[in-house]
């Protein structure tokens, strides 16, 4: 199995400041990587996939890169609701591993 | 407008078998390309991939779960059915199911609102 890693698993930030979650994979996932948005009690939303594509009607302050084993997922502007947990998923391996998350919350 | 829904029971037994079912509209699992997921989340813990079915009837399983696992689907009443066999506590979680569409790999584009599933005697 393929283990996805995020860190941190937690962080507190800001309004406006600009917030990087990394994701790193046991092996290399050829940029075989989404990200997804989740707020409590809700489902998860897709944001970007295939590492740096991102998906329709996401803001443009979202935005991915990595290669290899690392990836990362970047908010270049924190807004109000951006406050959530971030999971990475890899679709490289028959086995679609999820990171165990990142939460996002209000310094 | 794509949507699913899950439903199910909401509390099981252990060792008891559990049927989920998911129905869509907004799309075909006729259509080449299109998917349906099954995704699960213990409370207060990260998401867990179960399986997932294809149009052309092609099946995924997560390996550790594919002994209890089976995926079917009905495309002429739009419905993904998901049994779990010999649930234990462990599997208390809110099943959500999710439209699978291409994107060089299964990109879960649209999900339901989750059934959270209760395992206790």
């Known amino acids: 199995d393929i283990q996805m890693t995020q860190s941190p698993s937690s962080l507190s930030a800001s309004v406006g400041d600009r917030v990087t979650i990394t994701c790193r994979a046991s092996?290399?996932?050829?940029?075989?990587l989404a990200w997804y948005q989740q707020k409590p009690g809700k489902a998860p939303k897709l944001l970007l996939y295939a590492a740096s594509r991102l998906e329709s009607g996401v803001p443009s302050r979202f935005s991915g890169s990595g290669s290899g084993t690392d990836y990362t997922l970047t908010i270049s502007s924190l807004q109000p609701e951006d406050f959530a947990t971030y999971y990475c998923q890899q679709y490289y391996s028959t086995l679609r591993t999820f990171g165990q998350g990142t939460k996002v919350e209000i310094k | 407008q794509i949507t699913l829904k899950e439903s199910g029971p909401t509390l099981v037994k252990p060792t008891q078998t559990l049927t989920l079912t998911c129905t869509f509209s907004?799309?075909?699992?006729?259509?080449?390309?299109?998917?349906v997921g099954w995704i699960r989340q213990p409370p207060g813990k990260a998401l867990e991939w179960l399986a997932l079915i294809y149009w052309d009837d092609d099946k995924r399983y997560s390996p550790s779960l594919k002994s209890r696992l089976t995926i079917t689907k009905d495309t002429s009443k739009n419905q993904v059915v998901l049994t779990m066999t010999n649930m234990d506590p462990v599997d208390t979680a809110t099943y959500y199911c999710?439209?699978?569409?291409?994107?060089?790999?299964?990109?879960?584009?649209?999900w339901g609102q989750g059934t959270l599933v209760t395992v206790s005697s």
């Open positions: 092996q290399g996932i050829s940029n075989s």
């Open positions: 999710a439209h699978r569409r291409y994107c060089g790999g299964d990109c879960y584009s649209v």
């Open positions: 907004g799309f075909s699992l006729s259509t080449s390309g299109v998917g």
